[in-house]
């Protein structure tokens, strides 16, 4: 069965610094891994889908990377803002296996 | 991308009596499913609604549990049945859009927010 872990559980920055969160996977036979924000009470926001064939996706201040082999992704968010407080959720494949989050907390 | 409404968003509930869930799409999509979230964890998917036959249900979700229904390509039910404390959770509705295929996005509702009594 497919574990996805994400490190740290929390993170807690000066607004304007760059975020780097990490999500792996023990299987790495994956279709695609799906990034997605969830502010505190809400339902998911998706950022960015990564398919197994690609390396990396940005969309504006976000970039994914994926490698396969390692079973790792990282989401590294630019110039972080205090609207990008959120948990962010890793999910792996269709019926997404999902990680723990990581709740980051961006101070003004 | 797909909007996805769920309703209730929110709801109180007595122990031993069922809830019904709706998720409502604005488009026709092929691949719907349903999740949990309990309390300050992560997200666990009960089943995937299949449109014109029994949903399939993932390893700990029974159907006596959780009956889902899903009679067109835009609209499912999710009940919970016989309500218990432990069943207090977000559940959220969630679709792809990418036919069958399972290289595609998925989205998801605002979720429904229940506190079993």
């Known amino acids: 069965k497919q574990e996805v872990t994400q490190i740290p559980a929390a993170l807690s920055v000066p607004e304007g610094e760059n975020l780097v969160l990490n999500c792996s996977f023990t299987?790495?036979?994956?279709?695609?891994l799906q990034w997605f924000r969830q502010d505190p009470g809400k339902g998911l926001t998706s950022l960015l889908l990564?398919?197994?064939?690609?390396r990396e996706q940005t969309s504006g201040r976000l970039n994914a990377s994926l490698d396969k082999s390692s079973g790792r992704s990282t989401l590294y968010i630019a110039a972080s803002q205090p609207g990008d407080s959120a948990t962010y959720l890793c999910?792996?494949?269709?019926?997404?296996?999902f990680g723990a989050g990581t709740t980051v907390t961006v101070r003004a | 991308s797909a909007v996805i409404s769920q309703k209730p968003s929110r709801d109180i509930c007595q122990r031993g009596t069922s809830l019904t869930i709706q998720c409502q799409v604005d488009?026709?999509?092929?691949?719907m499913f349903w999740y949990r979230q309990q309390p300050g964890q992560s997200l666990t998917l009960i089943a995937t609604?299949?449109?014109?036959?029994?949903?399939?249900?993932e390893s700990g979700f029974v159907i006596d549990k959780f009956p889902i229904s899903r009679p067109n390509l835009t609209f499912s039910t999710l009940t919970v049945s016989n309500m218990s404390p432990e069943d207090s959770s977000i559940y959220l509705c969630?679709?792809?859009?990418?036919?069958?295929?399972?290289?595609?996005?998925?989205?998801f509702g605002e979720g429904s927010r229940l506190t079993v009594l």
């Open positions: 999910a792996v494949d269709y019926k997404l296996s």
């Open positions: 969630s679709v792809g859009l990418a036919g069958d295929s399972n290289t595609g996005e998925l989205f």
């Open positions: 299987d790495s036979a994956i279709y695609n």
């Open positions: 990564i398919q197994s064939s690609q």
């Open positions: 488009s026709q999509v092929t691949m």
């Open positions: 609604a299949n449109q014109g036959s029994e949903a399939t249900y």
